[in-house]
């Protein structure tokens, strides 16, 4: 058998080829490690996966717009306090007003005069829409208002939200000074002292008398910047005084309408 010469620069010949040894058995690690990697993930898991993600996102995208578009969200505690009584005084007289509908309905089913009880019934609808319309006179619990203006600072546009506040507290009747305040009432400035109401010029000191509850009313104005205290940055004093019984007597004149005619034959 020849053997192959050592190479003539003298470095030491290649040694042959030993055979391959068998590997030996894995440890846990390694065992751990191969069946982790590479992952093997099925279609199902995938599909699930994507299903899960993009449920996450909506939900996300959606608690994050309701959160932005929250109209009360910078509102202020006693502000949200506020809104949330009046919003309770609101369904208390509109469930009154239900009420005594279903009690007239009960009264004419069940007269034995059908024809007297709704003409009464008429009657007392007409006084109410008259009280509203500012054609008969009213009286009833509520409140006073008196606004003094000695600088001259109160404008048409402060008392006009004074009448909208007390409206939106459940104001049934308002008279300012000598002028009945109606549905359609407007208020400008004047060029001299003092502000017209439906053309009517009042002046100084300015006296609301106003038929409603006054645990209703009287808070609507006193609220943290409301009505009392913009007239009062005004420089202007304002005395608010709950009242047991108030009258409301300046008219206005019935108005014929011009185009509207009744439908009913």
């Known amino acids: 058998m020849s053997q192959t010469p050592p190479p003539e620069d003298g470095t030491p010949a290649p040694a042959p080829d030993e055979p391959t040894r068998p590997a030996g058995p894995l440890t846990g690690r ?73 009690g007239q309905r009960t009264e004419l089913e069940n007269s034995s005069d059908q024809a007297e009880e709704a003409r009464k019934q008429t009657v007392e609808k007409q006084r109410q829409l008259g009280i509203l319309a500012g054609t008969v006179a009213a009286e009833g619990p509520g409140i006073t208002m008196t606004v003094s203006d000695s600088k001259g600072t109160v404008e048409a546009d402060m008392l006009l939200d004074a009448v909208q506040e007390l409206r939106a507290a459940g104001a049934e009747a308002i008279q300012v000074n000598d002028v009945r305040v109606v549905a ?6 004047t060029s001299g002292k003092g502000i017209q109401v439906d053309g009517s010029t009042v002046r100084p000191p300015y006296r609301f008398r106003v038929i409603g509850k006054p645990q ?50």
Not at 68 to 75: C, E, P, T, V, W
Not at 184 to 189: G, Q
Not at 225 to 231: A, D, E, N
């Open 30 to 102: 390694q065992r751990l490690v191969k069946g982790l990697w590479p992952p093997r993930v099925t279609r199902a898991q995938l599909i699930v996966a994507l299903l899960l993600f993009g449920l996450g996102l909506g939900l996300a995208i959606q608690v994050r717009s309701h959160n932005d578009s929250s109209a009360l969200r910078g509102a202020r505690q006693e502000d949200l306090v506020r809104i949330l009584d009046e919003l309770d005084d609101r369904t208390q007289r509109l469930e009154d007003e239900k009420q005594s509908l279903e």
């Open 184 to 189: 359609d009432t407007y208020l400008s400035d």
């Open 216 to 265: 209703d009313l009287g808070p609507a104005l006193n609220i943290p910047g409301g009505i009392v205290q913009t007239l009062e940055k005004e420089q202007a004093k304002v005395v608010v005084t709950d009242e047991r019984k108030i009258v409301v007597d300046a008219l206005r004149p019935a108005k014929e309408p011009d185009y509207a005619r009744s439908s009913s034959r």
